[in-house]
T-cell receptor, first 120, second 116 residues
Framework: GAVVSQHPSWVICKSGTSVKIECRSLDFQATTMFWYRQFPKQSLMLMATSNEGSKATYEQGVEKDKFLINHASLTLSTLTVTSAHPEDSSFYIC????????????????FGPGTRLTVT | AQKVTQAQTEISVVEKEDVTLDCVYETRDTTYYLFWYKQPPSGELVFLIRRNSFDEQNEISGRYSWNFQKSTSSFNFTITASQVVDSAVYFCALSGVDDSWGKLQFGAGTQVVVTP
């Protein structure tokens, strides 16, 4: 199956700094990427949807100025947590769907391994 | 609005016992997809199954089986002869199609603990 990577796998930062998380589709063109957030012992919550070349669509309650999403190419989306605070500490997971070669796999969705963010 | 309910927070079993995880969903869509994912302690989601709303056939894959009952809006998952490696959190999820595709609504998850 298609592979999605995330970098970094974990990051610790100080309060007030910004952190960028990368999500890459390694062997397919990701026309759509999704960002999820998971607090400890809780479920995954969709934060935003991004389509290549256009602005991300944020779910209700997600601050777009705090969680900047850029999907500038068919293989890369980034999530930047700006002015991070301890309450932003969470597990961030991206997923992607798109095409593999000429095969449309838009109804397949591939998850990255996640990035654990700790803000001190 | 879509909603997925996994009422079981945690299930503990002894190895070789069967375990069934319940999933009840709500949606106004006539076409939708249901999923099960496994999340081991490492955190990475492992895809188990995707089922569309028009396919009510039950499915078996090795020790895993799924029972989709559209009449009761349920999509239950059974692990037969559980093993310690099955210990994980299992999530049921729901997605619409078209503009809603991929926007997964996850249930709260069920922690499965399998002891030797």
């Amino acid at each position: 199956g298609a592979v999605v990577s995330q970098h970094p796998s974990w990051v610790i930062c100080k309060s007030g700094t910004s952190v960028k998380i990368e999500c890459r589709s390694l062997d397919f063109q990701a026309t759509t990427m999704f960002w999820y957030r998971q607090f400890p012992k809780q479920s995954l919550m969709l934060m935003a949807t991004s389509n290549e070349g256009s602005k991300a669509t944020y779910e209700q309650g997600v601050e777009k100025d705090k969680f900047l999403i850029n999907h500038a190419s068919l293989t890369l989306s980034t999530l930047t947590v700006t002015s991070a605070h301890p309450e932003d500490s969470s597990f961030y997971i991206c997923s992607a769907s798109g095409t593999v070669g000429h095969r449309l796999v838009s109804y397949e969705q591939y998850f990255g391994p996640g990035t654990r963010l700790t803000v001190t | 609005a879509q909603k997925v309910t996994q009422a079981q927070t945690e299930i503990s079993v002894v190895e070789k016992e069967d375990v069934t995880l319940d999933c009840v969903y709500e949606t106004r869509d006539t076409t939708y997809y249901l999923f099960w994912y496994k999340q081991p302690p490492s955190g990475e989601l492992v895809f188990l199954i995707r089922r569309n709303s028009f396919d009510e056939q039950n499915e078996i894959s090795g020790r895993y089986s799924w029972n989709f009952q559209k009449s009761t809006s349920s999509f239950n998952f059974t692990i037969t002869a559980s093993q310690v490696v099955d210990s994980a959190v299992y999530f049921c999820a729901l997605s619409g199609v078209d503009d809603s595709w991929g926007k997964l609504q996850f249930g709260a998850g069920t922690q499965v603990v399998v002891t030797p």
